[in-house]
T-cell receptor
Framework: NAGVTQTPKFQVLKTGQSMTLQCAQD?????MSWYRQDPGMGLRLIHY???????DQGEVPNGYNVSRSTTEDFPLRLLSAAPSQTSVYFC????????????FGSGTQLSVL | GQQLNQSPQSMFIQEGEDVSMNCTSS?????WLWYKQDPGEGPVLLIA?????ELTSNGRLTAQFGITRKDSFLNISASIPSDVGIYFC???????????FGKGTKLSVIP
């Protein structure tokens, strides 16, 4: 069971560079989301999607774009990376009705210099 | 927005000791959840609570949904080294289907 797969595991960027964090799930979950985890801040919701073609903003969306062309994939794009985006990023998915049963990927540790 | 206050921020305990951590909110929550994050991994759901006063166990872990619906606690009995990690409380407030997470309690177990 692959569950939620995130790539890459680690990434270093220079300020202004762009990149895409990949997320794929094989559980046929309609709901997918991206969180960032910073020391002392817990998990904060960046963007989420309730199904293919539908995305919405979370608590901290600025500087990030998302799209959902398929049920399986939910990439997170940083168009112009900033040092404030240095963080650990988690993708998560769940069944539409099971609000509590979020399945998380293993995370991407991003450093922006 | 809704906020969860989780305490303590961190704790160091001896192997075999019991642990208690809690989470409070200024507003009512409809569900309370406890997740654990192992080092280098994503959080995993430990316990879900759905009703005020509910007490639920999962092995050595016990969690309760506060009667006021504004708090929850998690107890770990007879801690072992693999209990090390960050424990997050989370919940859904009235009219919301998004989870709000606490800031986490980092647990260290000294063998």
């Amino acid at each position: 069971n692959a569950g939620v797969t995130q790539t890459p595991k680690f990434q270093v960027l220079k300020t202004g560079q762009s990149m895409t964090l990949q997320c794929a799930q094989d559980m046929n979950h309609e709901y997918m989301s991206w969180y960032r985890q910073d020391p002392g801040m817990g998990l904060r919701l960046i963007h989420y999607s309730v199904g293919a073609g539908i995305t919405d903003q979370g608590e901290v969306p600025n500087g990030y774009n998302v799209s959902r062309s398929t049920t399986e994939d939910f990439p997170l794009r940083l168009l112009s990376a900033a040092p404030s985006q240095t963080s650990v990023y988690f993708c998560a998915s769940r069944e539409t009705g099971d609000v509590e049963k979020l399945f998380f990927g293993s995370g991407t540790q991003l450093s922006v210099l | 927005g809704q906020q969860l206050n989780q305490s303590p921020q961190s704790m160091f305990i001896q192997e075999g000791e019991d642990v208690s951590m809690n989470c409070t909110s200024s507003s009512i929550f409809n569900t309370w959840l406890w997740y654990k994050q192992d080092p280098g991994e994503g959080p995993v759901l430990l316990i879900a609570l759905y009703k005020a006063g509910e007490l639920t166990s999962n092995g050595r872990l016990t969690a309760q949904f506060g009667i006021t619906r504004k708090d929850s606690f998690l107890n770990i009995s007879a801690s072992i080294p693999s209990d090390v990690g960050i424990y997050f409380c989370a919940g859904t407030g009235a009219g919301s289907y998004q989870l709000t997470f606490g800031k986490g309690t980092k647990l260290s177990v000294i063998p």
